[in-house]
């Protein structure tokens, strides 16, 4: 740099006006692209976390339908038949009840970690972006 502050290219010329403007345009918009590419990447793995916690919330929905199903059978067994097929049924009933709501805290973890939708890193990153151009145009 001279001692007025310009750049200055490698034969010691001060570097024009425009060349620095090019160059500070090119180098903004490959901040931007570079942006937009993590914003991609963010919002696919968010994407992904809400399929998974659907998916979850769509196996417990069904495992309700099943848990149902068999308190259903259950209290039949117990009035219809002995001791012991009821007693069965009852078991298969608690087990499919655990495997609902294990589900369930599954489906809903994967939602808590996929919300909200939005970019997060990606902003702060942009808003550290612009702060540092706000920074150094102030110089």
């Known amino acids: 740099m001279t001692a007025e502050g310009s750049p200055r290219t490698d034969s010691g010329a001060p570097e024009p006006v425009g060349d620095l403007v090019h160059r500070a345009s090119q180098q903004l918009s490959q901040l931007v692209r570079e942006e937009m590419r993590l914003a991609q990447a ?6 992904r976390r809400f399929g998974k916690g659907g998916g979850l919330f769509g196996g417990a929905g069904l495992m309700g339908v099943l848990t149902l199903q068999a308190l ?9 038949l ?3 097929v009821w007693a069965a049924a009852l078991i298969v009933t608690a087990v499919l009840a655990v495997v609902t709501a294990l ?3 599954l489906g809903k973890r994967q939602i ?3 919300s909200p939708p939005a970019p997060d890193q990606t902003i702060d990153s ?3 972006d612009v702060a540092e151009i706000r920074e150094k145009a102030q110089r």
């Open 42 to 47: 963010e919002m696919t793995e968010k994407g």
């Open 72 to 80: 259903a059978a259950t209290a039949i067994a117990a009035l219809s």
């Open 82 to 84: 002995v001791m012991d």
């Open 103 to 105: 589900m369930a805290v």
């Open 112 to 114: 808590s970690k996929a």
């Open 126 to 128: 942009v808003k550290a």
